[in-house]
Every structure is written in structure tokens, then in C-alpha cells.
């Protein structure tokens, strides 16, 4: 098992992923830790993972691969977990097989993904990989830019838009300065599901505040 937590992961380069690079059966836990401004020359500018990983409480911004996945690249055969995630201001520049500004999806995988925002990612905020074995996409009581249309499967893979799901202006401090903290007026606040969700938030305060109410 590998676990990284309480972490800070930037201005990092690599062939294949800034961040994190990784190919195995190993269970992979990343918890409370940003990636910011990591770049790649091919796929995925923070992170690229074959076999399924757990994200949770991750702050992704500012990170830029040559291709696919601006943040995250999913592939392989595995479960991937993404729970009270933000995604913001990464960027895909694409190629032929797709692009993916927040994160990209291929050779079946399967990603879950609840109480996260996605918002302001380019040229979209998740995309599938355009041939090969397709790949499913579970998204509940997050906040998707565009909503179910700031995700292209390119006909290869199934989205399952669930419950609880909204596209808003989440409403950051300061994206600009790097603050993705959220407004008191944020609609993201309170919009979350208790179930499976963190009980502490990235900075490590507790959640939900007030207790017996949805987390943000």
C-alpha cells in the first residue's frame, strides 16, 4: 500500500505525469494534499495511475500535461475513488485521443466521484479516451462545470449522472492567489452527501460544521 497524505506536490516535471506516475495492483491512498503547477510532456500533469487509486480531501490546480489528463489520468482495469476533491485552472492541451482538463479516463476504467468540484478546466472537465476498452464514470452531489455536458465520454464509456449534482459558480476566496476555500454564499456549501464523505477537511477542521448538516 501506498499512502501519501498531508502533503504538497508542485512545480514538478516528468515524461508521464508531474506528480505522481504509477503501474500496479497496490492499493494507492493520497489524502489532504495539493498538486499544483506540475506539468508533463505527454498525459497526465499531476498524477497518472493504471490499476485504481483513493483520492480524498485533494486540491488539484495549475497543472498542465503536453497531452491528456490536466490534473488526473485514470486507466486500467481498478476502481478509482475521488471524495471532496477540487479541480480548478488545469489545463489539457489535448491530441487526437482526447483531452481532459480535469480528468481523462481509458482502458476501462472505473472512477467514482462525490462532494468534489470541478470548475474552470480546459477545454472541458473530464474526458474518456476515444478507442480502446471503454470506461465508466459514477459523479454524485458534486459541482461539474457544464454539468453532464462538461464531460465527453467520445462515445466510448457510460456516465452515470447521480443524485445530488449541480453546476454552479463554486465561488473561491481567491482562485488567483490560490485560495479555493469557499465564500461564505458558495452554493457548493452544504451540498454534499454525509455518506462516504471526509470527516475533516483538507486543513484539517472538522466536517460538516455545523455538525448534522451535508458537508460542503
Known amino acids: 500500500t501506498l ?33 499544483a503547477h506540475n506539468s508533463a510532456g505527454y498525459n497526465g500533469g499531476a498524477v497518472q495511475i493504471y490499476g485504481g487509486a483513493t483520492f480524498k480531501n485533494v486540491l488539484f490546480h495549475n497543472n498542465r500535461p503536453g497531452a491528456r489528463g490536466g490534473a488526473v489520468y485514470l486507466g486500467g482495469v481498478g476502481t478509482s475513488t475521488i471524495t471532496n476533491c477540487t479541480f480548478s485552472k488545469n489545463t489539457a492541451p489535448g491530441d487526437s485521443w482526447g483531452t481532459g482538463g480535469a480528468v481523462f479516463l481509458t482502458s476501462a476504467a472505473t472512477v ?66 490560490k485560495d479555493f476555500s469557499l465564500q461564505n454564499y458558495s452554493p457548493a456549501i452544504g451540498s454534499g452527501t454525509a455518506t462516504g464523505a471526509t470527516t475533516t477537511d483538507i486543513n484539517g477542521k472538522t466536517r460538516p460544521t455545523p455538525s448534522n448538516t451535508n458537508p460542503d
Open 112 to 177: 467514482n466521484i462525490k462532494n468534489s468540484i470541478l470548475y474552470d478546466n480546459s477545454p472541458n472537465e473530464i474526458d474518456f479516451m476515444v478507442l480502446g476498452n471503454e470506461s465508466t464514470l459514477n459523479v454524485e452531489y458534486s459541482n461539474v462545470e457544464g454539468g453532464s455536458s462538461g464531460i465527453d465520454t467520445e462515445d466510448n464509456g457510460t456516465v452515470n449522472w447521480n443524485s445530488g449534482n449541480i453546476d454552479l459558480d463554486p465561488f473561491f476566496v481567491n482562485a488567483s492567489s
Open 3 to 35: 499512502n501519501i497524505k498531508n502533503s504538497f506536490i508542485a512545480y514538478n516535471y516528468g515524461h508521464n505525469s508531474g506528480g505522481i506516475y504509477a503501474i500496479s495492483s497496490t492499493a494507492i491512498n493520497i489524502t489532504d494534499t495539493e498538486f
